[in-house]
């Protein structure tokens, strides 16, 4: 993949170098709020309250390149997309599982060719990291109800896939209320879903009669196990990393907060290290 939009842990660094830097005061006096700092200029929560100085880089989702639209793995991404509805068609309307699981494959192998193409030719975009995360969730999103409506798994399967997507839903929106873009899919993340998409498949196949259908739907519920496991595990790590993130924010918020104090009781307008008011009668 060469994005994520609910990804599950770690940020994707720029190409600078990238540190979580302190309190402190970037170009002309501008003060910053425990942000990340990048080659000199700092990004992330709590950036600059002003306009950008001299020397200070970009967001990253404001990096040159970042928010181009054409481009090949944007390419890739829609087409995958554009087959959801038409999986969900071929496996509820004709049945048609050999045409369905062969379109399944066909999105998995786009999935690593965008990523890997991505990569190669620097060509990563915002709307890659929407698209790709975005097509694999609805991928599996169309299997498990079709399975589900077929009979083919249980309903309690469903409620669990989609549980932790509400979950990791809700993580979201509380890293943008923070500021904070979302965390970068991890490895643990990539495999839970290369386990469900290897599991799927294998249970269409094993919906039918005969002896390898059999073992295919022994080996695919095994997948379904190791995946949803992974699954969770990886949204277990989601979570600590953006309840750590949150409560560094939180506790720059306290320190600010008690500076301004500390400095309007001592009859300063500012934070400490601003510059004094002009004396003049009060």
């Known amino acids: 993949m060469h994005s994520s939009a609910c990804p599950d842990v770690g940020f994707r660094a720029p190409r600078g170098r990238v540190r979580w830097g302190p309190p402190g005061r970037v170009g002309g006096g501008t003060t910053t709020k425990g942000a990340r700092i990048v080659d000199g200029g700092t990004i992330g929560p709590g950036a600059a309250e002003e306009a950008p100085q001299?020397?200070?880089?970009?967001?990253r989702d404001e990096l040159p390149g970042q928010a181009r639209i054409w481009t090949v793995p944007n390419?890739?991404?829609?087409a995958r997309l554009v087959g959801v509805p038409v999986f969900l068609w071929l496996v509820l309307g004709p049945k048609a599982d050999g045409w369905a699981v062969g379109l399944l494959i066909a999105a998995a192998f786009s999935d690593?060719?965008?990523?890997?193409?991505?990569?190669?030719?620097?060509?990563?975009?915002?709307?890659?990291?929407?698209?790709?995360?975005?097509?694999?969730?609805?991928?599996?999103?169309?299997?498990?109800?079709?399975?589900a409506v077929r009979a083919i798994i249980p309903w309690w399967l469903v409620g669990v896939l989609v549980g932790r997507e509400l979950?990791?839903?809700?993580?979201?929106?509380?890293?943008?209320?923070?500021?904070?873009?979302?965390?970068?899919?991890?490895?643990l993340g990539k495999a839970a879903t290369a386990c469900l998409f290897y599991a799927f498949p294998l249970l269409f196949l094993g919906a039918h009669a005969g002896t390898p259908a059999m073992m295919a739907r022994i080996v695919g519920w095994a997948f379904v196990i190791w995946g949803i496991a992974l699954y969770w595990w990886a949204a277990g790590l989601y979570l600590t990393q953006a309840r750590s993130l949150v409560s560094g924010a939180r506790a720059e918020a306290v320190s600010r907060t008690r500076a301004k104090t500390i400095a309007d009781a001592a009859g300063g307008t500012g934070l400490p290290g601003d510059s004094p008011p002009e004396a003049g009668p009060r």
């Open 112 to 147: 690593w060719l965008d990523g890997k193409i991505a990569r190669a030719w620097n060509q990563q975009s915002r709307l890659g990291q929407v698209l790709d995360p975005a097509a694999d969730r609805l991928y599996i999103a169309a299997t498990v109800i079709g399975l």
């Open 75 to 78: 390419g890739i991404s829609l």
């Open 167 to 187: 979950v990791l839903g809700l993580a979201l929106l509380v890293l943008r209320h923070y500021r904070y873009p979302p965390l970068q899919v991890s490895f």
């Open 54 to 59: 001299a020397g200070v880089t970009a967001p």
